[in-house]
């Protein structure tokens, strides 16, 4: 078994990989890295055919066992060198600069690291949110081609990722524009700018609805990739944070950052659940308890997590724990 790390540092050694393929059928090559700009860039073999791909996640609460506690996830993320680190704050803090540092500014993939920077801030508050490209762009003071290319940088370093709008069979006119996540809720933590006029709670919730997301991104990926991650959301406002489809799964769930259950929290679940009713809706919510309202099942948030297994059923499925 042979393992390169940080293989699109030189892009021309999957040629040589290829080539080792073709000689030795004893060798078994394990390719990591954590950029793909450069090897799209340089337009090197990459292998078609011959390589499984296969992609890594922050830890993921099952992973993690009792050592998992939310409110610590929530502040600092889940990414394993922040999560093991001897000062994991002192860390986080570094690391969107080390980013900054290594990979785009040595490998020169953009002109203006100061934009950059602003960029990475700005977009901070589109985190858990519909995506407005030119908005952001006006608010960085560059052009919309410009921030397009930023954010592609930024998916192309695994740093963010967009979740399409689900569309399937829609009958109601829906909303198509993507929403925004960076890829950690710590990461997310460090780069949002905060202040007077910030409320804590808002800030809070984007950060528990991205943790969801990372969680059910790595628990899509674990699986095999079979199932894909959405959201929904209707022309007239009512939205479903999260919606998993696929061959055996189709789950419906909101996400609240709040310690109880209200009325109102399970009206859009509903609507969803009108139009899809083979959707298994979940409200998640910062309680203690199970609870089932308007037939909806409201799981506490960090039951869910803990119970996201890729190789097992969770408990709230048929045939789970």
Request: proline share 5%; net charge neutral.
């Amino acid at each position: 078994v042979v393992v390169i790390d940080e293989v699109q540092k030189v892009p021309a050694l999957l040629d040589v990989v290829h080539g080792l393929c073709e000689e030795r059928k004893d060798l078994r090559f394990i390719l990591t890295g954590s950029s793909s700009r450069k090897l799209k860039r340089t337009g090197v073999n990459l292998l078609a055919g011959r390589l499984l791909l296969r992609t890594l996640h922050p830890f993921m609460a099952a992973e993690l066992g009792e050592e998992f506690d939310l409110d610590r996830a929530l502040a600092r993320g889940l990414v394993p060198i922040i999560d093991r680190a001897p000062k994991p704050e002192e860390t986080l803090g570094a690391y969107a600069s080390l980013y900054l540092q290594e990979e785009v500014k040595m490998e020169g993939l953009v002109r203006k690291i100061g934009d950059f920077s602003r960029f990475l801030e700005v977009i901070s508050f589109s985190h858990a949110s519909l995506l407005n490209i030119s908005g952001i762009a006006r608010e960085c003071r560059v052009n919309r081609k410009t921030a397009e290319g930023y954010l592609q940088v930024l998916e192309d370093l695994l740093l963010s990722y967009r979740v399409s709008a689900f569309t399937k069979r829609a009958k109601r006119a829906i909303s198509t524009h993507p929403k925004f996540f960076y890829f950690d809720a710590g990461v997310f933590r460090s780069l949002r700018p905060t202040g007077p006029l910030d409320r804590p709670e808002e800030i809070e919730g984007s950060a528990l609805e991205g943790l969801v997301a990372q969680h059910i991104a790595a628990f899509i990926a674990y699986r095999g990739g079979e199932d894909q991650l959405f959201y929904w959301r209707t022309r007239s406002g009512s939205e479903v944070d999260f919606v998993v489809y696929g061959p055996r799964l189709f789950w419906a769930i909101e996400v609240k950052n709040s310690k109880r259950v209200r009325p109102e929290d399970t009206r859009s679940l509903l609507t969803f659940a009108e139009e899809y009713p083979q959707a298994r809706a979940m409200l998640l919510y910062r309680g203690a308890e199970r609870l089932v309202r308007d037939n909806i099942l409201c799981l506490p948030c960090e039951e869910f997590l803990r119970d996201l297994h890729p190789e097992k059923p969770p408990a709230w499925e048929p045939g789970g724990r």
